[in-house]
C-alpha cells in the first residue's frame, strides 16, 4: 500500500525521494541517514546531494536506484 502522504503529494521532487517520503524510509535509513548529522531535512538534503566524497555520492546513487525500482512497483512508471 502507498503511503497516503506519497499521494498527496502534488509533486516527487528530489528533496521528497531524499529526505521525505515515506516509500523510501527504508532506504534513506540505509543509504542516506549515515551521512546526515544537520539541524534540518534541508541541511542533510544540501549535504548529500553536494558532497563530493565518493562515498556519499554511491551511496545516494544507490538509494536512487532502488528507489526508483520501489517506485516502480508500488506507483507505476507513468506517474512521478
Ligand atoms: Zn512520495
Request: net charge negative; proline share 4%.
Amino acid at each position: 500500500m502507498v503511503p497516503n502522504s506519497h499521494i498527496d503529494d502534488s509533486h516527487e521532487d528530489e528533496y521528497h525521494f531524499i529526505m521525505k517520503c515515506p516509500l523510501y524510509t527504508e532506504l534513506r535509513k540505509t543509504y542516506i541517514e549515515p551521512f546526515t548529522n544537520h539541524n534540518t531535512f534541508l541541511e542533510s538534503f544540501v549535504h548529500v546531494m553536494s558532497s563530493k566524497v565518493r562515498s556519499v555520492i554511491t551511496s545516494v546513487a544507490a538509494s536512487t536506484y532502488h528507489g526508483f525500482n520501489l517506485h516502480v512497483n508500488f506507483i507505476g512508471i507513468g506517474r512521478m
